[in-house]
C-alpha cells in the first residue's frame, strides 16, 4: 500500500471502536471511525482533508507521540560510551 492512503488504511483505530494507540487519537493523526461503513467513509475524507491541509502547510503537522526517530542513534551513542 503505498500514497496517502496508506497511513489510514493501515491504523487498527480506523476500523474499530477502541485503539491500543490512543496517542495517536490526542495529535489528531488517527480517528476512532467505528465499523459503520457511512462513518469509516467520513473519517477518512476527514483524514485526507486532514493530510492535504498539511502537505500545504508544514506548520499544521502534529508531533510524533512516538518520539523524533533519533532514539536508535542516541542508544548506540550511549553503548559505545560506556563499553
Not at 492512503?5 to 487519537?25: C, G, Q, V
Request: aromatic fraction near 4%; glycine fraction near 8%; charge should be negative.
Amino acid at each position: 500500500m503505498s500514497g496517502a492512503l496508506a497511513p489510514l488504511i493501515s491504523h487498527d483505530a480506523m476500523k474499530k471502536d477502541n485503539t491500543e494507540r490512543p496517542e495517536t487519537l490526542e495529535v489528531g493523526s488517527n480517528v476512532l471511525a467505528g465499523t459503520d461503513p457511512e462513518k469509516i467513509l467520513e473519517c477518512t475524507r476527514a483524514m485526507i482533508q486532514t493530510f492535504e491541509k498539511f502537505d500545504q502547510n508544514a506548520a499544521l503537522k502534529w508531533a510524533n507521540p512516538f518520539g523524533d526517530g533519533t532514539t536508535g542513534e542516541r542508544i548506540v551513542g550511549i553503548l559505545r560510551e560506556q563499553l
